[in-house]
């Protein structure tokens, strides 16, 4: 596919985007890409679409704001916010695959400058796989940023001390129990991989991602956008009010600190892809796959990304929100395709959805499934839960829970449908034979072994 191609598909994409994306369907209710900013108040938005063949296609719609209203290009830089931990994490492996650091060694040996304690003041034990993974259990904390003039220092914002806004950084769960998001995972792991290499955190990125991977307009400095202030776009609260300064400052550089633009970060998520196909010279097909397998059993969180699999669309990546804008970047390995968009406004998460479901739509493949034969039985997708599955003259009956039974509707890629539920379920294979059944019900998937 030639970049021709890329333009000729997007520019009809982005007429027909749909409202109404929860069921991942093309609704009749679509707008332009236009529409969709007026109606949402988001002055610019940045595109990119890639390929694994290397082929890349990038636009700018909107302004960036501010005093003049200077168009979004597709060197237009935004701020990536959460992406920074997939970024990070990229880089983090990298140090592992190197001997540099390893998973599942506890992270006092690295740190030396910092420890992390509970809130009675011990040291717990938790790992760099848990910091990646969100699974360290540590404070619950979104990182909003700061003016240019009272930026603390990274030291400062994990004891909360200073001018920072946040408490400090600890573990308050029991670590590896479950998976809580948090910013203050990555602070922690901004600190070690400092400490490990004795390198400060921008520059390192630089050496281990950036640079490697030909990000050539992004960067994790904190002056990075002070210095080509004419090529970033201003952030704007909901609404549409402008931040005072045109952006906040992220000493959390790891959990919400790089600038980049859409081609930038797609080019790492297509790297990755290639990495897990055994086909890069950046990071080993292991190491890659850890970064897209969920660390929870039945979760949607890898190292640093975010992992969406069901039937008919898998994908991973990583969404972002920072004071003043919204972005998220995917690729669809089976298809080869990614796509990242950026906006400069809070506002942004409708129409990124909708950019989103187009791109599902048109990149997402088929995923393999049991073919529908001897999965009779009672699965369980809790101990107090039990599934009762039975095939009668070719069809499915389904009982969850002490409900009645219902018939279930075949679909196509080997789904079964709820008649009267939002569920559908489907079989995968285990041992060569269908003993795991997926239920999906509102975008949330869990499995069910049968007994």
């Given at each position: 596919m030639d970049d021709g191609d890329f333009s000729l598909d997007w520019v009809r994409l982005l007429g027909h985007l749909d409202r109404q994306v929860s069921s991942g369907l093309l609704s009749p209710d679509t707008a332009t890409l236009p529409d969709l900013m007026s109606s949402y108040q988001v002055p610019g938005v940045g595109i990119a679409v890639g390929h694994l063949g290397g082929q890349v296609w990038a636009a700018g719609y909107g302004v960036t704001g501010g005093e003049t209203a200077t168009p979004v290009t597709e060197r237009t830089t935004f701020a990536a916010c959460s992406i920074s931990k997939h970024v990070a994490a990229f880089g983090a492996l990298r140090l592992v695959q190197d001997g540099v650091l390893d998973l599942d060694t506890d992270i006092r040996?690295?740190?030396?400058?910092?420890?992390?304690?509970?809130?009675?003041?011990?040291?717990?034990?938790?790992?760099?796989?848990?910091?990646?993974?969100?699974?360290?259990?540590?404070?619950?904390?979104?990182y909003r940023g700061y003016p240019a003039d009272r930026v603390p220092s990274l030291s400062q914002v994990l004891d909360g001390s200073g001018p920072t806004t946040t408490a400090p950084v600890r573990a308050t769960l029991l670590p590896g129990s479950r998976f809580r998001y948090s910013g203050s995972?990555?602070?922690?792991?901004?600190?070690?991989?400092?400490?490990?290499?004795?390198?400060?955190?921008?520059?390192?990125?630089?050496?281990?991602?950036?640079?490697?991977?030909?990000?050539?307009?992004?960067?994790?400095?904190?002056?990075?956008?002070?210095?080509?202030?004419?090529?970033?776009?201003?952030?704007?609260?909901?609404?549409?009010?402008?931040?005072?300064?045109?952006?906040?400052?992220?000493?959390?550089?790891?959990?919400?600190?790089?600038?980049?633009?859409?081609?930038?970060?797609?080019?790492?998520?297509?790297?990755?892809a290639r990495a897990a196909s055994g086909h890069s010279e950046l990071l080993g097909r292991d190491l890659a796959t850890e970064m897209w397998t969920p660390q929870i059993p039945g979760g949607s969180y890898g190292l640093g990304t975010e992992i969406g699999d069901r039937a008919g669309c898998r994908r991973f990546g990583h969404t972002g929100l920072n004071v003043g804008y919204t972005c998220f970047s995917y690729v669809w390995p089976d298809s080869g395709f990614a796509v990242a968009a950026m906006t400069n406004s809070e506002d942004g998460w409708e129409m990124l959805a909708s950019l989103r479901a187009a791109a599902d739509r048109r990149y997402a493949t088929r995923v393999?499934?049991?073919?529908?034969?001897?999965?009779?039985?009672?699965?369980?997708?809790?101990?107090?839960?039990?599934?009762?599955?039975?095939?009668?003259?070719?069809?499915?009956?389904?009982?969850?829970?002490?409900?009645?039974?219902?018939?279930?509707?075949?679909?196509?890629?080997?789904?079964?449908?709820?008649?009267?539920?939002?569920?559908?379920i489907r079989f995968l294979p285990a041992n060569g034979q269908p003993d795991i059944v997926e239920l999906r019900q509102e975008g949330v998937t869990q499995t069910a072994r049968r007994s």
């Open positions: 040996e690295y740190l030396t400058s910092w420890q992390l304690l509970d809130r009675a003041g011990r040291q717990p034990t938790v790992t760099v796989r848990q910091l990646l993974a969100h699974t360290a259990g540590l404070s619950d904390t979104w995972h990555y602070c922690v792991l901004q600190q070690l991989l400092v400490d490990a290499t004795g390198t400060p955190f921008e520059e390192l990125m630089r050496a281990s991602v950036l640079d490697p991977v030909a990000m050539v307009d992004s960067s994790f400095d904190e002056r990075f956008p002070h210095q080509r202030s004419h090529l970033v776009a201003r952030g704007h609260h909901l609404g549409g009010t402008a931040i005072p300064g045109g952006w906040r400052t992220q000493p959390e550089l790891a959990a919400a600190g790089l600038w980049s633009t859409p081609t930038d970060l797609l080019r790492l998520d297509l790297e990755i393999t499934t049991a073919p529908l034969g001897d999965v009779s039985g009672r699965y369980a997708l809790r101990d107090d839960y039990p599934i009762d599955i039975a095939v009668t003259d070719g069809h499915l009956t389904f009982a969850a829970g002490g409900q009645q039974p219902v018939v279930l509707r075949a679909d196509q890629d080997g789904r079964y449908l709820h008649p009267g539920l939002d569920l559908e």
